[in-house]
C-alpha cells in the first residue's frame, strides 16, 4: 500500500531502500555505478543493466550478494524484457527504476556522424521510454517509483549538443506526461538535471580536440564541473523522497524559472567561438574520419560499436 505519510507530503517523506529492489541502467561506471553502491549499502538489492557486460559485472561483485548483473542494450525490447524479467524473479520483484543509461557525441549538426548522432536520441530519449515501459507492470504492482535521468542540457542547449539537448528535454516532457498517467496507480515519477558531473562521459567530452576547448569557454556556473558524489548526494536523497524533480547542484532548479532567456543568452555568447569550432571540427574530421571525431565515452564506443 502507498505510505499515506508520502500522500500527505505530496512525495516529500524520505523513505528507507532498505528491502527495496532497485534497477539501474548504464551502471557499469559512473552515476549508475554510484547509485547501485549507495543503495546497496544502506540494503537495497540492485540489478545492474546495460550494455558493458564486463565492467557492470565487476561492480556487481564489489558490492556482493545483493547486487546482479544482466546485460541488456536499453534500444532492445526483448533484452530489456528477458534482463527486468529475470531481475523480478530472482529478487522477488521491483520498487524502483533509474533509467540510468546515457551517451553523447560531440559535432555540429551540419557534420557531426549521422549514425553516432541518432544513436544518441535511441538510447538518451527512447531508451527512457522502453525501459520504463517494461518497468511498469513490476513497478505498479509494488506502487513503486521511475526515475529517469536528464540533464542542464534539457534546459541550456549549447551548439555541439543538437542531439544531447534535444533528448534530454524530450525526457524530460515525456516524465511530466507519464507522471499524470500513473499517480492514480501510485506510481511516482522523477526526472533528475545534473549539470556537468565528473564522469567518463564529460571527462572523455573535454579530451575532445574541438568540443573540449568549446565547454572550457562556457561561462560560471554553466561550465563548472562537478565531482561525481554531488551528484549522487542529490540523486540519493530524492530517490529516498520520491521526488517530482532532482536538481545536480540546487542552483540548476532555478534556471527553469528563466528558461526562455536562455537560448537568446547563448546564441549570442557563441557568435565569437563557434566559427573557429566549426573550421576546427571539419578538419578534425577530415583527420580521424567522422565516426572517431564524434563518437565519445566508453558507453558511446559500445552502443555504436
Not at 540489478?47 to 545483493?66: C, D, F, M, S, T
Not at 506526461?177 to 571527462?203: N, Y
Not at 580536440?209 to 530524492?238: H, I, N, Q, W
Not at 557563441?270 to 564524434?294: K, M, Q
Request: aromatic content about 6%.
Amino acid at each position: 500500500m502507498t505510505n499515506p505519510l508520502t500522500k500527505l507530503t505530496g512525495g516529500s517523506a524520505t523513505q528507507s531502500v532498505r528491502g527495496k529492489v532497485v534497477v539501474i541502467t548504464g551502471a557499469a561506471r559512473g552515476i549508475g555505478a554510484g547509485l547501485a553502491e549507495r543503495f546497496a549499502a544502506d540494503g537495497a538489492k540492485v540489478a545492474l543493466v546495460g550494455i558493458e557486460a564486463e565492467e557492470q559485472r565487476k561492480v556487481a561483485e564489489r558490492i556482493g550478494p545483493n547486487a546482479r548483473s544482466w546485460e541488456a542494450d536499453v534500444t532492445d525490447w526483448d533484452a530489456l524484457e528477458l534482463a527486468f524479467g529475470e531481475a523480478a524473479a530472482h529478487f522477488g520483484g521491483i520498487d524502483i527504476v533509474i533509467a540510468n543509461a546515457g551517451i553523447a557525441t560531440a559535432g555540429f549538426v551540419r557534420s557531426v556522424d549521422p549514425v553516432a548522432f541518432e544513436k544518441v536520441l535511441e538510447v538518451d530519449l527512447l531508451g527512457v521510454w522502453r525501459t520504463f515501459r517494461v518497468a511498469l507492470p513490476h513497478v505498479i504492482e509494488r506502487e513503486g517509483y521511475l526515475l529517469a535521468i536528464s540533464s542542464l542540457a534539457a534546459i541550456t542547449h549549447a551548439p555541439g549538443m543538437a542531439n544531447y539537448a534535444a533528448a534530454k528535454a524530450g525526457v524530460e516532457a515525456f516524465c511530466n506526461s507519464l507522471r499524470a498517467e500513473v499517480a492514480h496507480l501510485g506510481v511516482r515519477i522523477g526526472v533528475a538535471h545534473p549539470t556537468w558531473i565528473k564522469t567518463d562521459l564529460v571527462d572523455s567530452a573535454d579530451a575532445h580536440p574541438v568540443f573540449g576547448k568549446l565547454r572550457a569557454g562556457m561561462p560560471g556556473l554553466l561550465g563548472k564541473t562537478y565531482p561525481l558524489s554531488v551528484a549522487l548526494d542529490c540523486l540519493e536523497d530524492g530517490v529516498r523522497r520520491r521526488a517530482r524533480t532532482i536538481h545536480a547542484p540546487r542552483w540548476v532548479g532555478a534556471l527553469k524559472l528563466v528558461r526562455a532567456f536562455i537560448p537568446p543568452i547563448i546564441e549570442f555568447g557563441s557568435r565569437s567561438r563557434v566559427p573557429a569550432a566549426d573550421r576546427a571540427a571539419l578538419e578534425d574530421i577530415a583527420v580521424r574520419g567522422a565516426r572517431e571525431a564524434s563518437v565519445t565515452g566508453h558507453g558511446g564506443r559500445a552502443a555504436t560499436r
